[in-house]
């Protein structure tokens, strides 16, 4: 299993930040040159606690969908997304909010296990892992910008 984190300073309120995180709208534009596209379950709007979406992207050369419900929420401190199918054995995504003088600071921690044994875990040193830090530093960097913008 492999962790990847990616911390980020906002100057704006948690509650504003979770609300974005979880924004799926946020989330299409964010990752719009990737094709990234809610085909079922929650495809607008803010998801919560036991719902599901089912992304389709195309990341690394391929077309792949990841299905991923919310197991945990407690706004505006924490939320968890854990994928139910999809291309990896294992992907949950810890997303971490704390108030802090400034504003918020937002870790996301993602622990994974990519498929294919051997050859899965050679591509995840040599792309895989630079690649998910990467999308994940992406979508912060709107999340960010739409906090600090002040969108609601």
Known sequence: MAIVRVRTEIRAPAERVFDLARDVDLHVASMRRHGEIPVAGVTSGLI????????????????????ARVTAFERPAYFRDVQVSGPFVRFEHEHRFDAVESGTVMTDVVEYAAPL???GRLSDRLILRRTLTRLLDERAG????AAERGRD
């Open 142 to 145: 709107a999340i960010k910008g």
């Open 117 to 119: 044994g051997l050859l």
């Open 48 to 67: 919560g606690e036991g719902e599901e979406v089912r992304w389709r992207a195309r990341h690394l050369g391929r077309t792949f969908e990841l299905t």
